[in-house]
């Protein structure tokens, strides 16, 4: 299972980025899915969470009502639609897949997930 995550750039304070992660494989519909960050001298944590049917869905509370986490299991893709943007988003995003049933994952702890994608770099300037 390879994931490969896109969309990342540069953005003014307040303005709006979508992420993209592709996940190969025939496979992907049974992975619940999740998207991290880390920042420069931070450790990498929980953003958003999605249920393998895109029916339930967990956030940070530092980007709950600015981030929506989304499915297309026919494109094999999740994205993280990021609006607001603050400086303080500004890191490296990673995705992450999971095979462990929604109901026991633990979705903010990174040891949960069994594939990650190689990261984007979202820049916020204020």
């Known amino acids: 299972v390879q994931l490969q995550a896109s969309g990342g750039g540069l953005v003014q304070a307040g303005g709006s980025l979508r992420l993209s992660c592709v996940v190969s494989?025939?496979?992907?519909?049974?992975?619940?899915m999740g998207w991290f960050r880390q920042a420069p001298g931070k450790e990498r944590e929980f953003v958003a969470a999605i249920s393998w049917s895109g029916s339930s869905t967990s956030y940070a509370a530092s980007v709950k009502g600015r981030f929506t986490i989304s499915r297309d299991n026919a494109k094999n893709t999740v994205y993280l639609q990021m609006n607001s943007l603050k400086s303080e988003d500004t890191a490296v995003y990673y995705c992450a897949a999971a095979r462990t049933a929604w109901g026991g994952l633990a979705v903010g702890r990174l040891s949960e997930y069994d594939y990650w994608g190689q990261g984007t770099l979202v820049t916020v300037s204020s």
């Open positions: 494989g025939r496979t992907f519909s049974t992975y619940n």
